[in-house]
């Protein structure tokens, strides 16, 4: 079943690359596995998925032993600073960066490591108020701010785009993020590394990636709904 919805999601990708003019490549699939069993995850790893994403630390610690060591993984969910031990070093990249001291303790965490920590500043361009992320301004001065941490890597931005049926209703919000990445991407020390744009779900990652997305997060698509009883 999880394989049959890998190869769909795939083609959706594609055709949505295709209808930008862009190539497949330029897009990545992180298979959004909260709340589901290593069993799952092992089901989509075996059809290919290399990528996956996590909304707490503790099930990035609970399965990682339990799954192949060429998993990718990423935090994409609400970091708070006592838990950021637990995922520097152990994910390829925080999408979740919304605040100044969040960022300083993972730069902390991460020169107590000597490694440099790949993260995203999480903007929310729709400024809901049940969303986290930086406002506009914040987002600006947290890219300033992260300029002058040597041991965080700063690679782009993340947006949760508000939930709505039409998914072209919200292809404003992923068009604002990537004009922020360019209009950021001067204020950054690595310049041409900062290049990631983390938006778009599974009722809506079609038109994020026709608006720029390099990382799509598809979590109910692949998995089915997130089983809220689990730990």
């Known amino acids: 079943m999880i394989t049959e919805k890998l190869k769909t999601i795939e083609s959706l990708i594609a055709a949505a690359c295709e209808k930008a003019g862009r190539p497949r490549e330029s897009v990545q699939l992180i298979a959004v596995s909260k709340t589901k069993p290593a069993e799952m995850m092992a089901e989509a790893y075996a059809a290919g998925q290399r990528l996956f994403g996590e909304n707490r630390p503790q099930e990035i610690t609970a399965k990682k032993p339990l799954l192949p060591q060429d998993i990718q993984w990423h935090m994409i969910g609400n970091l708070q600073r006592n838990k950021v031990k637990y995922v520097v070093g152990q994910t390829a990249l925080i999408h979740s960066v919304a605040s100044l001291p969040l960022a300083e303790e993972i730069e902390r965490q991460a020169?107590?490591?000597?490694?440099?920590?790949?993260?995203?500043?999480?903007?929310?361009?729709?400024?809901?108020?049940?969303?986290?992320?930086?406002?506009?301004?914040?987002?600006r001065a947290l890219v300033e701010t992260i300029r002058e941490m040597p041991h965080l890597r700063l690679r782009g931005l993340m947006t949760v785009a508000p939930y709505v049926e039409d998914p072209e209703l919200v292809r404003p919000v992923f068009g604002r993020l990537r004009a922020l990445l360019e209009e950021y991407r001067p204020l950054t020390r690595e310049p041409a590394l900062f290049d990631q744009l983390s938006m778009g779900m599974s009722g809506d990652f079609a038109v994020a990636i026709e608006e720029g997305a390099t990382l799509v997060r598809i979590g109910s698509a692949i998995f089915g709904e997130r089983d809220y009883g689990r730990n």
């Open 111 to 139: 020169a107590k490591r000597e490694l440099i920590q790949e993260v995203l500043v999480e903007i929310n361009v729709a400024g809901e108020e049940s969303k986290q992320g930086a406002d506009l301004e914040e987002a």
